[in-house]
């Protein structure tokens, strides 16, 4: 053979071996599907499991949800370390989004109305005077179309136009993949008409494991120097405040109990934590939100995100009444939900970033839970 045919045949070479090595580095992560039962209509509804030899984690079709996150403690020892059921029934009952994606609107909007290319909609009412998580039908109530991808799973959802009073057919597409230490969740949709969204998971964490008991001696770290405050009815006044010397200073860690029973009228209003940290990052950018850390597991947890803000949430409602995995009762404050969004009825607050979607735009936002552990 020629010099030129030797270099040539050793490219080709090295482009199958790149090529190859791409291709097993892309797919580490083991993903299994099966069946997690029947809708009451019979539209069945499946369960992935993504095992990347550290972390497992299980999704369903059912509201595109988090069922369950296996971590390993500082001593290698895992525990379930999110809320959830055993079974599609547990889903089906009264239950506060677990693990869910929740939309098309995050959060709340003020009296189930807002104005968009001037009309008015309206959306079911299902919390107090307000509309809260996307309706009474939101995306966490619907089965969602998976299949597997690299590493994980995409779940594609159609809400029609006029669904649960918003505006257009919007196509969203989530993607749960798994690579050594980083759950990533990104998010995409597209729409036929002017609309609004805000998409996020409502996982509930307990880093000590799901049942454990309540999650006040998490230390917290949230990367914000403004908090949005809300009305008695947990909306947004509009007014984007500094959390400097209030309970809502997380910049630097602090222990979650701390603070939480402050004598301050936020906290009382929220009944503990329950509100939306404006993110320092610049717009878009994704970089770390919030770290939590637990300090007898040794486990920690880092939310990454592009969006503008964090709802940090302590499970103030829940109350006792739910059983979760293995029978474990699910006590107030017992888990916290860092749910990255964008500010809560933001609709009917031009000052604050836009959630308006038109045709032809791409929403995307990316937000990874990074589990990891820190020594004594
Ligand atoms: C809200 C809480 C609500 C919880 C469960 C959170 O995102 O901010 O007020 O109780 O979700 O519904």
Redesign the pocket.
């Known amino acids: 053979m020629s010099a030129k045919g030797i270099r040539v045949t050793g490219a080709i070479a090295v482009f199958f071996m790149l090529t190859l090595s791409a291709m097993t580095m892309e797919a580490k992560t083991k993903v299994t599907e099966a069946s997690f039962g029947k809708m009451p209509d019979g539209t069945p509804v499946d369960i992935y499991t993504l095992n990347d030899g550290k972390i497992e984690a299980r999704i369903t079709t059912y509201g595109a949800r988090i069922v369950s996150i296996d971590a390993p403690d500082r001593n290698g020892k895992k525990a379930d370390i999110v809320l959830g059921f055993d079974s599609l029934e547990g889903y089906l009952g009264n239950e506060?989004?677990f693990g869910a994606i929740?939309g098309r609107y995050?959060?709340?909007i003020a009296k189930g109305k807002f104005t968009l290319d001037g009309k008015t909609y309206s959306l079911p009412i299902n919390?107090g005077p307000n509309t809260?998580?996307g309706g009474r039908k939101g995306f966490d109530k619907v089965v969602w179309k998976g299949k597997q991808i690299p590493n994980g799973v995409e779940l594609t959802y159609l809400s029609k136009d006029g669904e649960q009073g918003f505006p257009g057919n919007l196509t969203s597409t989530v993607r749960y993949t798994l690579v050594g230490d980083d759950l990533k969740i990104e998010y995409s949709a597209t729409t036929d008409k002017d609309t609004v969204l805000n998409l996020t998971n409502?996982s509930y964490f307990n880093l000590a494991g799901q049942g454990s008991g309540d999650i006040l001696q998490h230390v917290m770290q949230i990367n914000a120097s403004h908090f949005t405050p809300v009305d008695a009815t947990?909306i947004p006044t509009g007014e984007i405040a500094p959390v400097e010397g209030t309970p809502f200073d997380f910049r630097t860690p602090h222990v979650i109990g701390e603070r939480i029973n402050a004598d301050n009228q936020q906290i009382h209003r929220?009944h503990g934590y329950?509100d939306n940290w404006v993110l320092d990052h610049p717009a878009g950018k994704l970089s770390v939100a919030a770290i939590a850390y637990e300090p007898n597991s040794g486990r920690t947890l880092e939310v990454l995100t592009t969006q503008p803000g964090v709802?940090f949430?302590t499970g103030?409602?829940l109350d006792g009444t739910l059983k979760g995995i293995d029978g474990k009762v699910y006590n107030r404050r017992g888990a916290f939900?860092l749910?990255t969004q964008h500010y809560?009825d933001s609709p009917n607050h031009p000052s604050f970033p836009t959630t308006e979607l038109k045709p032809g735009q791409q929403y995307h936002q990316v937000t990874i839970f990074r589990f990891g552990t820190r020594a004594k």
Do not use: I, M, S, T
Request: one cysteine or more; hydrophobic letters at 25%.
């Open positions: 506060p989004y929740v995050g959060n709340r919390d809260l998580h409502h947990l929220a329950d709802q949430y103030n409602f939900c749910e809560p």
